[in-house]
């Protein structure tokens, strides 16, 4: 699950008290586990053993070059979805031919360098991309694989900005424009179009939508081959759940014995797109009180880090487990009272946990919001000119420093005063 756990009353991760590593590096501050990483991308390999799939890590998730070049050092490819995601993939020596590329808004650049670089594949989300796809490369002169991303209209049961796979999406296409794509492939110039891909949204804790959603990929695939087209390959897209609270999500064991049946057979290589799966419960966010107000309605913990550090209790509603870093004393206990969690930044949507019975916490006090591992910093901004935060990455006893706190002058790097 994770390597975060209390110690007597001192909160660690790994071998390492976090107070130790907010006092040696500030706050706010991300701090993830080496161990967690690696043993959630061992636990989905073991699960779909099987059928060896090409397991590609979503750099969205989690872009820190560290943590990029530990899981692809692990076997892993790349998921990314931009030009600048494929920089970092260089930067860590990524091997091309385990890197996959989704986005609808793909720029005749950022397609020219994935081009160069050598990609497996191109996830196509729309018959114009194509076209672009297909110029470029008789540009370049190179030949380009790609899969077709279909939207097999299926509610994940997930909130909506993260529901992907439904008719009133942006991404993918239905299932007769994707025919018309494999009918028409001689009209793509240098592009071989191999595969379908499917990604249905994001922190999906039951089996029965990715069920769905394959079956119907299936069945797609199966007329296609009864018009004499064959696919190569079935991207089965991210998207696995993990624990934030009480919720039980499936296992990578429980979520394989739900779709390697559906596989056994077919000779279809099999690509898996995990992100939050893999890092989400490998983070934490560690910040400290500022100030405590008390209302006559409840009590307000001001910390250091707010929306712009976390975005996805604002943005989704979203809700994280909120722990001191040195648990409270028995005295202390007696003092819970509905609280809010929240931040510096100036807008009433700026909090980190609403209407908690919490502990009194008192200004310094250390506390960590959990499951921050992904969509954490790699969502985070400057908004009200706000620092970004550190990032250390624990192994066993050791820490390290994987991106350093912004400094003031961070935030004019790009900017000129001119007079006009």
């Known amino acids: 699950m994770h390597e975060f756990r209390y110690v007597g009353d001192e909160f660690y991760c790994e071998g390492v008290r976090v107070s130790d590593l907010a006092r040696r590096y500030g706050t706010p501050l991300y701090v993830y586990s080496r161990k967690t990483i690696l043993d959630h991308l061992t636990k989905l390999k073991k699960a779909f053993a099987s059928l060896a799939p090409l397991i590609c890590f979503s750099v969205k998730s989690n872009s820190n070059l560290s943590l990029l070049k530990l899981v692809t050092d692990h076997g892993a490819g790349l998921d990314i979805v931009s030009g600048g995601e494929l920089y970092r993939a260089r930067k860590v020596h990524a091997d091309p031919a385990k890197i996959v590329y989704a986005s609808v808004g793909k720029t005749r650049q950022e397609i020219a360098d994935a081009i160069r670089y050598g990609i497996l594949y191109f996830n196509v989300e729309s018959i114009q991309e194509l076209g672009v796809i297909s110029d470029v490369a008789q540009e370049l002169r190179k030949n380009v694989?790609?899969?077709?991303?279909?939207?097999?209209?299926?509610?994940?049961?997930?909130?909506?900005?993260?529901?992907?796979?439904?008719?009133?999406?942006?991404?993918?296409?239905?299932?007769?424009?994707?025919?018309?794509?494999?009918?028409?492939?001689?009209?793509?110039?240098?592009?071989?179009?191999?595969?379908?891909?499917?990604?249905?949204?994001?922190?999906?804790?039951q089996a029965s939508p990715f069920v769905a959603a394959l079956k119907r990929a299936l069945g797609f695939i199966d007329h296609l081959k009864r018009i004499g087209i064959v696919v190569r390959t079935l991207n089965i897209g991210g998207g696995l759940g993990i624990i934030y609270r009480e919720e039980q999500p499936q296992t990578a064991r429980e979520y394989a014995d739900e779709i390697l049946p559906l596989l056994r057979g077919r000779k279809l290589r099999l690509i898996l797109e995990p992100g939050r799966f893999i890092v989400g419960n490998a983070g934490v966010l560690a910040a400290k009180v500022l100030y405590v107000k008390d209302t006559p309605e409840k009590r307000f913990v001001i910390v250091d880090a707010g929306m712009n550090d976390l975005a996805r209790p604002s943005l989704y509603g979203a809700y994280h487990e909120v722990h001191p870093v040195a648990a409270p004393k028995s005295g202390k206990?007696?003092?819970?009272?509905?609280?809010?969690?929240?931040?510096?930044?100036?807008?009433?949507?700026?909090?980190?946990?609403?209407?908690?019975?919490?502990?009194?916490?008192?200004?310094?006090?250390?506390?960590?919001?959990?499951?921050?591992?992904?969509?954490?910093?790699?969502?985070?901004?400057?908004?009200?000119?706000?620092?970004?935060?550190?990032?250390?990455?624990?192994?066993?006893?050791?820490?390290?420093?994987?991106?350093?706190?912004?400094?003031y002058d961070d935030l004019l790097r790009h900017e000129k005063v001119v007079e006009l």
């Open 145 to 205: 694989r790609v899969c077709v991303r279909i939207n097999p209209n299926i509610d994940p049961h997930t909130h909506r900005y993260i529901t992907t796979g439904t008719v009133d999406s942006k991404f993918g296409v239905d299932l007769e424009t994707a025919r018309l794509i494999f009918l028409n492939e001689p009209n793509f110039k240098r592009v071989s179009v191999e595969g379908i891909h499917i990604h249905i949204g994001s922190q999906i804790t």
């Open 333 to 407: 206990r007696a003092f819970l009272k509905k609280s809010d969690v929240v931040g510096p930044i100036c807008e009433s949507g700026d909090f980190l946990a609403r209407d908690r019975q919490m502990p009194l916490y008192g200004c310094g006090d250390l506390l960590v919001v959990m499951g921050a591992g992904a969509y954490g910093f790699s969502m985070s901004s400057n908004y009200n000119s706000r620092r970004r935060a550190a990032e250390v990455l624990v192994s066993g006893k050791n820490a390290c420093l994987i991106r350093e706190r912004e400094i």
